[in-house]
């Protein structure tokens, strides 16, 4: 027997067994199929159910595997359940039996429920097929297709729900359903059927007001949206209210009824509910949430708020100390639930169960209570009718654990708390959804102080911050630490930090022996609510070395498609395990982290851990590749140590112009020093040394001189390491690249010149003249911090000599403006401004932006050393506008700091003021300390 479920998310079960029907797309297949289930669904007509009108290359191909795995799937069920392939195209053959796909049951109650001959008999229908209903239909699946048919089914949901509503207002029933005629006339605004039901129950229940406000409200909409007035029907029922018709009112209920409304409890001596726990002792901070609760209730806003957020962050605590600060606003009593949607210890509680127990509550007789769950319901929101309750669900699982217990109207505070968003929750009632993250810093201290004293925290400052960052200011984890040192009051504090610094203690310290208070035990709750795949996509995230990470570097980690990785982020999200610190960038708690990584080392084999990791080094080189190629088109790339890497690659992000690398390499600056620590942790090397490569010009641009200094030596090292044939290349490039970034770093010496002399013996072996031409560069360099006029002269000159016989006419323009700069260096001006001007003409009919901007710069070099400062500083202002738009804040200040004498030498003082202090700015920024020192005494210097 197959049990398929489409009223919510797409489940299937074979004789009470859960089937795995694979990812997202795989699941909207099946859909596909279940929505026409025995008649041939043609693959075109698959393909663009699934993909759309624009399906990717390889959908054919992927429809095939996809529709294998289902038949394997749904092999168990035998004939209940078969996909064929016919001519027309592939089916899916059920059973007889129309009762094993919820969608097929709901219809046909509905459709037995509109032919019956007795209203009671239809009432009963309907509500059973609702009931159905889990959440939206096909849950998170998502194409074109998929929208449509999930609205055309949730049409046929709301009909139902209206017949239904109808025959509830023909029996005066009308308050079951008043919560949910609110959230479907939030929901369909324009629709006037619901508008006048819902008018017509605020009018029986006394809220003659509220029902001409809606009226108001639904005309005000119409005239807006579609210039059109409400129809004949609604406006003669405004009509009727205005004028008090009594054939609006509720008709009594007849001898024999099954569902009369109950009356209230007659036990007058029957003290209100007060179910309340004890309030919280200790509870800091949390100032913002609690005024948020505050307006629950309040005119136009939700009499429902969800409290969701981390396990152990203080969910529970804070609706407590909430409920108990506002009893007086709740003169008819408070009802309680522990849900244990999470519990490690206790199973997730039974609505049905809960509905009985808050019955006795509310006043009822145990006897006297109905035996079935929809009228023990009915009767549950008759009772709660009117009043002014609080009912405080904690805990909750999900929204289908908590929709049950909702009242029928909006008199009552319904106040959740969950580690789940409940986001289906927030869409059908309205609710106020209300996130709490950790505490901050100060609250922290302070709830520690509470507990241990002010005394013994004032005395250890600093091991009190200690265990404030190793529990990672969650409020359950500081409670079991303070519950430890006051167990130990002669134990120094530090002590105790020592072993929340520890990683592999971290979690112990944190273990109290009771599963309900370990946040090892409450993780282990959270982890164990989620489906297996996210489940192991929340491990290898927490394998990942950086603080946060992308969407696409996550596809690449677990070897899935963005969109199914996306949706489980959007699960890990809904549980709180995972956040986003900024748009589509993701990131867990470091307590989360520890926990997931020690489930993940159990449970995820090793082999798959390591491809994982490798599949995210493989993406950050693919990538940084692309984008290093688009910044420096003229540079050598790193392809160049593409030989010997392993065949599989994971795709390179679609990175189209410069704009948009500079942007993905901004994005991802934290990420590249730490994916070259994990390859080389892995043994990676020639992973390592592309990374090393096609960073540099970045963070060379970005000023971020210890970053690009970090990468040649890493780079280099990774080099030494290897043994295949081009070793030595790899070795000799790497070499001069370290040899350029400590010059740059203002740190000259012997060893950048030793680098130089490998490198240079290397390239004259090998006659590679290009990379030969590129050593001689940055030997000019060398020469010119050393003073050596001679020999700066003539590397500068030999580097143009070499690029000249090799065409590199790029290098040429670049090697002629090194020339002309150097010589205005040592005073011969008209011949350095001949070699600049013409590397600015060929930089410009290249295309060559970055030579564009050297060569402006070094024009204005070489008119500041000729006295001709008005040309200075229009040189300047032009090639601080090319080095602004090239986001290459490294050269940006130098410009500026010339820029700055320029005017300085025109008397221009406030304008050289101006310019030094934006210098200044950038070489702070970028730790540069030799030319902060300058900078410094040049505005002291300045009038």
Same mark, same amino acid.
């Given at each position: 027997?197959? $049990?398929?479920?489409?009223?919510?998310?797409?489940?299937?079960?074979?004789?009470?067994?859960?089937?795995?029907?694979?990812?997202?797309?795989?699941?909207?297949?099946?859909?596909?199929?279940?929505?026409?289930?025995?008649?041939?669904?043609?693959?075109?007509?698959?393909?663009?159910?699934?993909?759309?009108?624009?399906?990717?290359?390889?959908?054919?191909? *992927?429809?095939?595997?996809?529709?294998?795995?289902?038949?394997?799937?749904?092999?168990?069920?035998?004939?209940?359940?078969?996909?064929?392939?016919?001519?027309?195209?592939?089916?899916?053959?059920? /059973?007889?039996?129309?009762?094993?796909?919820?969608?097929?049951?709901?219809?046909?109650?509905?459709?037995?429920?509109?032919?019956?001959?007795?209203?009671?008999?239809?009432? +009963?229908?309907?509500?059973?097929?609702?009931?159905?209903?889990?959440?939206?239909?096909?849950?998170?699946? !998502?194409?074109?297709?998929?929208?449509?048919?999930?609205?055309?089914?949730?049409?046929?949901?709301?009909?139902?729900?209206?017949?239904?509503?109808?025959?509830?207002?023909?029996?005066?029933?009308?308050?079951?359903?008043?919560? $949910?005629?609110?959230?479907?006339?939030?929901?369909?605004?324009?629709?006037?059927?619901?508008?006048?039901?819902?008018?017509?129950?605020?009018?029986? $229940?006394?809220?003659?007001?509220?029902?001409?406000?809606?009226?108001?409200?639904?005309?005000?909409?119409?005239?807006?949206?579609?210039?059109?007035?409400?129809?004949?029907?609604?406006?003669?029922?405004?009509?009727?209210?205005?004028?008090?018709?009594?054939?609006?009112?509720?008709?009594?209920?007849?001898?024999?009824?099954?569902?009369?409304?109950?009356?209230?409890?007659?036990?007058? +001596?029957?003290?209100?509910?007060?179910?309340?726990?004890?309030?919280?002792?200790?509870?800091? /901070?949390? $100032?913002?949430?609690?005024?948020?609760?505050?307006?629950?209730?309040?005119?136009?806003?939700?009499?429902?708020?969800?409290?969701?957020?981390?396990?152990?962050?203080?969910?529970?605590?804070?609706?407590?100390?909430?409920?108990?600060?506002?009893?007086?606003? &709740?003169?008819?009593?408070?009802?309680?639930?522990?849900?244990? /949607?999470?519990?490690?210890?206790?199973?997730?509680?039974?609505?049905?169960?809960?509905?009985?127990? &808050?019955?006795?509550?509310?006043?009822?007789?145990?006897?006297?209570?109905?035996?079935?769950?929809?009228?023990?319901?009915?009767?549950?929101?008759?009772?709660?009718?009117?009043?002014?309750?609080?009912?405080?669900?904690?805990?909750?699982?999900?929204?289908?654990?908590?929709?049950?217990?909702?009242?029928?109207? *909006?008199?009552?505070?319904?106040?959740?708390?969950?580690?789940?968003?409940?986001?289906?929750?927030?869409?059908?009632?309205?609710?106020?959804?209300?996130?709490?993250?950790?505490? %901050?810093?100060? !609250?922290? #201290?302070?709830?520690?102080?509470?507990?241990?004293?002010?005394?013994?925290?004032?005395?250890?400052?600093?091991?009190?911050?200690?265990?404030? %960052?190793?529990?990672?200011?969650?409020?359950?984890?500081?409670?079991?630490?303070?519950?430890?040192?006051?167990?130990?009051?002669?134990?120094?504090?530090?002590?105790?930090?020592?072993?929340?610094?520890? /990683?592999? %203690?971290?979690?112990?310290?944190?273990?109290?022996?009771?599963?309900?208070?370990?946040?090892?035990?409450?993780?282990?709750?959270?982890?164990?609510?989620?489906?297996?795949?996210?489940?192991?996509?929340?491990?290898?995230?927490?394998?990942?070395?950086?603080?946060?990470?992308?969407?696409?570097? +996550?596809?690449?980690?677990?070897?899935?498609?963005?969109? #199914? %990785?996306?949706?489980?982020?959007?699960?890990?999200?809904?549980?709180?395990?995972?956040?986003?610190?900024?748009?589509?960038?993701?990131?867990?708690?470091?307590?989360?982290?520890?926990?997931?990584?020690?489930?993940?080392?159990?449970?995820?084999?090793?082999?798959?851990? =390591?491809?994982?990791?490798?599949?995210?080094?493989?993406?950050?080189?693919?990538?940084?590749?692309?984008? =290093? #190629?688009?910044?420096?088109?003229?540079?050598?790339? *790193?392809?160049?140590?593409?030989?010997?890497?392993?065949? =599989?690659?994971?795709?390179?992000?679609?990175?189209?112009?410069?704009?948009?690398?500079?942007?993905?390499?901004?994005?991802?600056?934290?990420?590249?020093?730490?994916?070259? #620590?994990?390859?080389?942790?892995?043994?990676?090397?020639?992973?390592?040394?592309?990374?090393?490569?096609?960073?540099?010009?970045?963070?060379?641009?970005?000023?971020?001189?210890?970053? &690009?200094?970090?990468?040649?030596?890493?780079?280099?090292?990774?080099?030494?390491?290897?043994?295949?044939?081009?070793?030595?290349?790899?070795?000799?490039?790497?070499?001069?690249?370290?040899?350029?970034?400590?010059?740059?770093?203002?740190?000259?010496?012997?060893?950048?010149?030793?680098?130089?002399?490998?490198?240079?013996?290397?390239?004259?072996? @090998?006659?590679?003249?290009?990379?030969?031409?590129?050593?001689?560069?940055?030997? +000019?360099?060398?020469?010119?911090?050393?003073?050596?006029?001679?020999?700066?002269?003539?590397?500068?000159?030999?580097?143009?000599?070499?690029?000249?016989?090799?065409?590199?006419?790029?290098?040429?323009?670049?090697?002629?403006?090194?020339?002309?700069?150097?010589?205005?260096?040592?005073?011969?001006?008209?011949?350095?401004?001949?070699?600049?001007?013409?590397?600015?003409? *060929?930089?410009?009919?290249?295309?060559?932006?970055?030579?564009?901007?050297?060569?402006?710069?070094?024009?204005?070099?070489?008119?500041?050393?000729?006295?001709?400062?008005?040309?200075?500083?229009?040189?300047?202002?032009?090639?601080?506008?090319?080095?602004?738009?090239?986001?290459?804040?490294?050269?940006?200040?130098? @410009?500026?700091?010339?820029?700055?004498?320029?005017?300085?030498?025109?008397?221009?003082?406030?304008?050289?003021? @101006?310019?030094?202090?934006?210098?200044?700015?950038?070489?702070?920024?970028? =730790?540069?300390?030799?030319?902060?020192?300058?900078?410094?005494?040049?505005?002291?210097?300045?009038?």
């Amino acid at each position: 027997m197959i $049990e398929i479920r489409v009223l919510g998310d797409v489940e299937a079960r074979i004789d009470g067994q859960d089937v795995d029907l694979g990812h997202a797309r795989q699941q909207t297949v099946f859909a596909a199929l279940l929505a026409d289930a025995g008649r041939p669904v043609p693959v075109e007509q698959l393909i663009t159910r699934v993909w759309g009108q624009d399906p990717p290359p390889g959908a054919r191909s *992927s429809l095939y595997s996809y529709v294998s795995r289902l038949r394997t799937a749904l092999s168990a069920a035998g004939d209940d359940a078969q996909v064929d392939r016919r001519a027309g195209g592939y089916v899916l053959t059920l /059973g007889r039996d129309a009762a094993q796909v919820d969608l097929h049951r709901f219809r046909e109650l509905a459709g037995l429920a509109r032919a019956a001959a007795r209203e009671e008999v239809a009432l +009963t229908l309907l509500q059973e097929g609702i009931d159905l209903w889990r959440a939206d239909a096909l849950g998170g699946l !998502d194409s074109p297709w998929v929208d449509e048919v999930r609205h055309s089914w949730h049409l046929d949901r709301l009909r139902a729900q209206l017949d239904r509503n109808d025959l509830l207002l023909r029996q005066g029933r009308q308050a079951e359903r008043l919560g $949910e005629l609110i959230s479907l006339a939030r929901l369909h605004p324009l629709d006037e059927r619901v508008v006048a039901q819902l008018m017509l129950t605020l009018y029986r $229940e006394g809220r003659t007001a509220q029902a001409l406000e809606q009226y108001d409200r639904t005309r005000r909409t119409l005239s807006e949206e579609m210039g059109t007035d409400p129809g004949p029907e609604l406006k003669d029922l405004h009509l009727r209210i205005l004028d008090a018709d009594p054939g609006l009112e509720a008709p009594s209920p007849e001898p024999g009824t099954t569902h009369p409304r109950p009356d209230p409890p007659q036990s007058p +001596t029957l003290p209100l509910p007060s179910q309340l726990p004890a309030r919280p002792r200790h509870l800091t /901070g949390r $100032e913002n949430e609690r005024a948020v609760l505050d307006t629950l209730h309040a005119p136009d806003t939700a009499s429902v708020a969800v409290v969701c957020g981390l396990g152990g962050v203080g969910k529970t605590s804070l609706a407590l100390r909430w409920a108990h600060d506002n009893l007086a606003r &709740f003169p008819d009593g408070q009802l309680y639930v522990n849900l244990h /949607g999470f519990s490690p210890s206790t199973p997730a509680a039974s609505p049905r169960t809960v509905v009985h127990d &808050f019955l006795i509550a509310l006043g009822m007789d145990a006897k006297a209570i109905p035996t079935s769950a929809e009228a023990q319901a009915g009767l549950y929101r008759s009772l709660l009718a009117g009043k002014r309750m609080l009912l405080l669900l904690d805990n909750a699982r999900d929204a289908e654990q908590v929709r049950p217990l909702m009242p029928g109207d *909006s008199s009552c505070v319904v106040l959740i708390t969950s580690r789940d968003r409940l986001s289906g929750l927030v869409a059908t009632e309205g609710a106020q959804s209300l996130t709490l993250g950790p505490l %901050t810093s100060a !609250d922290a #201290r302070q709830l520690l102080a509470a507990r241990l004293g002010e005394d013994r925290t004032a005395a250890e400052p600093h091991a009190v911050e200690a265990i404030v %960052t190793g529990c990672g200011r969650l409020p359950l984890a500081l409670a079991i630490a303070a519950a430890g040192a006051a167990g130990s009051p002669h134990l120094p504090l530090s002590t105790i930090a020592s072993r929340l610094l520890e /990683g592999e %203690t971290r979690l112990d310290a944190l273990d109290t022996g009771e599963l309900d208070t370990s946040l090892r035990s409450v993780l282990d709750a959270s982890h164990q609510a989620l489906p297996a795949a996210a489940a192991r996509l929340l491990g290898l995230l927490s394998l990942a070395p950086g603080q946060d990470i992308g969407l696409p570097a +996550t596809a690449a980690l677990a070897g899935l498609t963005v969109a #199914r %990785t996306c949706a489980l982020l959007r699960r890990l999200e809904s549980a709180h395990l995972v956040h986003q610190p900024a748009p589509g960038r993701h990131e867990l708690h470091d307590l989360v982290r520890l926990h997931a990584r020690e489930r993940a080392q159990a449970e995820i084999p090793a082999p798959e851990r =390591h491809d994982a990791l490798r599949d995210l080094i493989g993406f950050y080189v693919q990538t940084s590749a692309v984008a =290093h #190629r688009l910044l420096g088109p003229y540079e050598v790339p *790193s392809s160049v140590a593409e030989a010997g890497t392993p065949g =599989h690659q994971p795709h390179a992000l679609a990175l189209t112009d410069e704009a948009a690398a500079l942007e993905w390499f901004t994005t991802e600056r934290a990420w590249i020093p730490a994916a070259v #620590r994990l390859a080389a942790d892995r043994g990676l090397h020639r992973e390592v040394w592309r990374l090393c490569w096609d960073g540099h010009l970045y963070f060379r641009r970005c000023g971020h001189v210890d970053d &690009f200094l970090g990468l040649g030596r890493a780079g280099l090292d990774a080099a030494t390491r290897m043994r295949d044939a081009d070793a030595g290349t790899l070795t000799a490039l790497m070499r001069r690249r370290l040899a350029y970034a400590l010059l740059l770093a203002g740190r000259p010496g012997q060893e950048p010149l030793d680098h130089l002399a490998a490198a240079v013996h290397h390239f004259e072996a @090998t006659g590679d003249h290009v990379n030969l031409a590129h050593s001689h560069e940055v030997l +000019t360099l060398a020469s010119l911090l050393a003073q050596d006029e001679d020999a700066t002269l003539q590397h500068a000159q030999r580097a143009l000599e070499l690029f000249r016989s090799a065409g590199e006419r790029q290098w040429e323009a670049a090697a002629l403006n090194n020339l002309g700069w150097c010589l205005a260096r040592f005073g011969q001006y008209a011949t350095a401004r001949h070699h600049c001007q013409a590397a600015l003409d *060929s930089s410009r009919a290249l295309g060559y932006t970055a030579g564009e901007a050297a060569s402006l710069d070094s024009l204005g070099y070489v008119a500041t050393r000729a006295g001709d400062h008005a040309a200075a500083v229009d040189h300047y202002r032009e090639a601080l506008r090319v080095h602004q738009a090239m986001k290459d804040t490294y050269e940006e200040a130098n @410009t500026l700091s010339g820029l700055a004498e320029a005017h300085a030498a025109l008397g221009d003082h406030d304008s050289a003021r @101006t310019a030094w202090k934006a210098a200044l700015a950038l070489y702070r920024a970028q =730790h540069r300390t030799d030319r902060v020192t300058t900078t410094q005494a040049r505005l002291r210097a300045t009038p």
